[in-house]
């Protein structure tokens, strides 16, 4: 018990450099009243204001949307749904960079279009998955003088079905006659061995729902090959985006939108136990999100230390003057 004293009282003596303390650190309580008190998403843009500072001056070019459910704010006898947040994440930066909160996934749709509002997109590519493949999606990113790469499922059948008929087409035809790029990887490890091969063709002429997407330029279709224990799978997922079709650009900025599982999602639920925590309280829940989702990216930025974000954190805890350089990775 000894230890955990002296680990909480370094942060006390720390802290009275910079602040007045008269009462010692604020309690649990405290902080849970403050921070349910706090309009959610006016503090949003406040906390992320930096990141998006950062992802400019560095250069990074792909913006991620996901969204991400907050498993334990539901509540069935307070007839709480579960906090849903939608995220901006900078793949190359590991950077979020923004977050919309929803009441159901559902809400998505409608928390995406406020999320993009927040972003400076000009000269990004911005990726989404099914879910966020709308048209008005899509207008408002070219608008905005971004790029767009959306993901293509069933929730739009038709372009759905336009998009398996026409690269069966092409693959019937060897690619004759059109504009095309191939670009294809190899990577082993764990136990298996994935190839993906990205096909990009100009938008043909004929494309029946050419003018439905604002500035429709190119079909993508990635197909990965797998092979574990001598199994072998093979699945076909489709994109759509205004770029040229580059696929070996594609191809990576497609790879770079699920970075945000392990960058961001996984670090989220195993080193700070988001998925565990409950909390029905809706500005607090979504408060508290941001924070961890802003200290995520601090401890990523501080390159110094090559521990990962577990053990970094905990020298934050140990460490004042570590915990200042971190903060100092903010500056730019």
Not at 189 to 199: A, Q
């Amino acid at each position: 018990m000894a230890r955990y004293r002296i680990v909480r009282q370094i942060p006390e003596g720390f802290l009275k450099t910079f602040l007045e303390l008269p009462g010692g650190i604020p309690s649990h309580d405290t902080f849970r009243r403050v921070f349910g008190k706090l309009e959610r998403s006016q503090f949003a843009v406040c906390l992320f204001a930096w990141t998006q500072a950062l992802r400019e001056a560095t250069g990074g070019k792909v913006i991620a949307i996901d969204g991400k459910a907050l498993r334990r704010t539901f509540s069935k006898k307070s007839g709480l749904a579960m906090l849903h947040l939608v995220t901006a994440w900078s793949s190359e930066n590991r950077l979020t960079l923004g977050q919309v909160a929803c009441e159901e996934k559902s809400n998505e749709l409608t928390a995406i279009p406020e999320l993009l509002k927040l972003l400076s997109l000009r000269g990004t590519t911005v990726t989404i998955d099914a879910m966020g493949c709308q048209k008005e999606i899509a207008a408002q990113i070219r608008e905005r003088k971004g790029h767009y790469l959306l993901q293509v499922k069933g929730n739009q059948p038709k372009l759905e079905e336009q998009l398996v008929d026409y690269f069966g087409k092409c693959l019937e035809a060897d690619f004759a006659g059109v504009r095309h790029e191939r670009h294809e990887t190899t990577e082993t490890g764990h136990g298996r061995t994935e190839t993906r091969i990205i096909d990009a063709v100009s938008l043909p002429a004929d494309f029946a729902m050419r003018e439905d997407w604002k500035d429709l330029n190119t079909l993508v279709m990635v197909t990965s090959q797998r092979v574990v224990a001598a199994q072998e799978s093979w699945e076909s997922r489709y994109n759509i985006t205004d770029h040229r079709p580059r696929a070996q650009f594609l191809g990576h900025a497609i790879r770079q939108h699920w970075g945000i599982e392990n960058g961001q999602h996984w670090i989220l639920d195993v080193t700070f136990g988001e998925d565990s925590r409950r909390q029905q309280d809706r500005n607090g829940s979504a408060n508290l999100a941001a924070v961890r989702r802003l200290t995520v990216s601090l401890l990523q930025q501080e390159k110094t230390n090559r521990r990962g974000v577990k053990n970094k954190r905990l020298q934050c805890a140990l460490d004042p003057g570590y915990l200042l350089k971190v903060l100092a990775s903010a500056r730019f």
